[in-house]
């Protein structure tokens, strides 16, 4: 299972931007996709989940900002960030909990994010 995350960038306080997470290869099924974040110095955390239902979590820190969402027909998960803030710079990196001949995770390659004016 590959997975291509995209869509970072620089962005002023305040602002928005939507990443992307896509899945290719050879799986029977995706239960689940997170997005974690690892500033530079600190832990990789969790910014939130989605199953295979459609349901969510959040972590604290990004709750009533960020939304998870997904295209089950493109494979592709989603992370919109809203209302941006400088401590939110980190790269975010996609996971897929995905079943080959077992569940394994797979990670993405992470994307930039820069919340900075």
């Known amino acids: 299972v590959q997975l291509q995350a995209s869509g970072g960038g620089l962005v002023q306080p305040g602002g928005s931007l939507k990443l992307s997470c896509t899945a290719s290869?050879?799986?029977?099924?995706?239960?689940?996709l997170a997005w974690y974040r690892q500033a530079p110095g600190k832990q990789r955390e969790l910014v939130g989940i989605?199953?295979?239902?459609?349901?969510?979590t959040y972590s604290d820190s990004v709750k009533g900002r960020f939304t998870i969402s997904k295209d089950n027909a493109k494979n592709a998960w989603y992370l919109e960030m809203n209302s941006l803030k400088p401590e939110d710079t980190a790269v975010y990196y996609c996971k897929a909990r995905a079943y080959t001949t077992n569940w394994y995770d797979f990670w993405g390659q992470g994307t930039q994010v820069t919340v900075s004016s």
């Open positions: 989605i199953t295979l239902l459609g349901g969510t």
């Open positions: 290869g050879s799986f029977a099924s995706i239960n689940s």
